[in-house]
């Protein structure tokens, strides 16, 4: 769903840059909350995470592709406010490198990609973990539904935006229909990638899924005759390391990038097809980047396709955990240095 150069006028652009920068300025200061000992380490590595799967694109229908949209997963992993920020790394990353999604259209990305799939997903997933009975399997069932529903969510954001702001005259009912119809499909396999990472890392370490806090059973006990709750466990030690998580993470990440990749479907993602179907891609603009050494996910002057694309993916995850792992041990500072004042502070 990465919107093109062209697609969307400038004063509506103009006016998604807006929103995403505030909506950026606001994780910025949610995320310094939610980036503690145990999400601060594998925020960057989620983001590379989503950027790699987001290389695998899986057929959906005839001539259509998807892939991961990664917010709800992002939210659910490392937190609202640090899945938004995870996601807008991935789209500048995708956006400068490799001339994947227009830099004018970067507001609209984010707002849409970013933004709606993290609050859409984020507020189905806490809505069902209230519901649902307490446990792991609940998490991954809540994950499933979450990032199912958010990529429509997605779907419906852009046409709106389309609406307000298109440069083609297209019935928007026919895109409205055409961008969910496919998109209901696309959200079926980001939620079978969403749920099987989520319960993959809550069966390691559920203590570093944000999303699972405060949700273990308590257990009982029997006093007198009565069945009682048991007293809180204490804290995860903060020492626990995540070294081996993070590594793993990575190999992953590198292998889907660098290797599983050249397998994935050739066909135009949903909203390319829409566009071409619809009549919507009229306008579109070369992008800026199109110069760039890695643009359309190859590295140029390499002639084999494999070695070319594999490259090209392994470099992205790179430059993805840096970028992302640079921004959020800059947050999770600033949250240590205003801790410190505070302590300070009430010291004197």
């Known amino acids: 769903m990465h919107v093109p150069d062209g697609f969307i006028d400038a004063p509506l652009s103009a006016a998604t840059g807006a929103v995403a920068a505030g909506a950026l300025a606001v994780s910025l200061r949610g995320a310094r909350r939610e980036l503690d000992e145990r999400t601060a380490p594998l925020a960057g590595l989620v983001a590379a995470f989503i950027f790699a799967v987001q290389m695998l694109n899986f057929p959906v229908a005839a001539g259509t592709s998807g892939h991961l949209l990664g917010g709800a997963l992002a939210a659910i992993l490392v937190g609202p406010f640090t899945g938004v920020l995870c996601v807008s790394v ?8 490799f001339a994947d999604g227009g830099l004018t259209a970067l507001g609209v990305n984010i ?3 970013a933004l709606v799939t993290t609050v859409v997903g984020y507020a189905v997933f806490r809505g069902l973990v209230k519901v649902l009975p307490r446990g792991r399997r609940s998490v991954t ?5 979450a990032a199912l529903l958010s990529v429509p969510a997605a779907a419906v954001a852009f046409t709106l935006i389309y609406a307000l702001g298109g440069t083609t005259d297209v019935a928007i009912g026919k895109v409205a229909t055409a961008m969910i119809g496919v998109h209901v499909l696309i959200g079926l396999g980001e939620a079978a990638i969403t749920a099987l ?7 390691v370490r559920p203590d570093l899924v944000y999303g699972a806090r405060g949700l273990r059973q308590r257990l009982k006990l029997r006093v007198n005759g009565e069945l009682v709750d ?12 995540h070294r081996k998580v993070w590594l793993t993470g990575l190999v992953a990440s590198l292998v889907l990038a660098g290797f599983v990749s050249f397998y994935a479907s050739a066909s135009p993602d949903g909203l390319m097809k829409v566009a071409h179907d619809q009549g919507i891609d009229r306008q579109t603009r070369r992008h800026a980047s199109d110069g760039s050494p890695l643009a359309g996910y190859g590295v140029r002057d390499v002639s084999d396709g494999r070695l070319s694309g594999g490259l090209a993916g392994v470099i992205g995850v790179g430059a993805t955990v840096v970028a992302g792992s640079t921004v959020f041990w800059a947050v999770r500072r600033r949250r240590g240095a205003a801790e410190s004042a505070a ?3 009430r010291g004197v």
Do not use: N
């Open 111 to 113: 707002t849409d990609m």
């Open 343 to 345: 302590s300070s502070s």
């Open 230 to 241: 048991a007293p809180p466990a204490g804290p995860v030690p903060a020492t626990r390391s």
């Open 197 to 203: 990472t989520v319960g993959a890392v809550i069966a």
């Open 141 to 145: 069932v809540a994950s499933f539904a």
């Open 90 to 97: 991935v789209l500048l990353m995708q956006g400068i490198l």
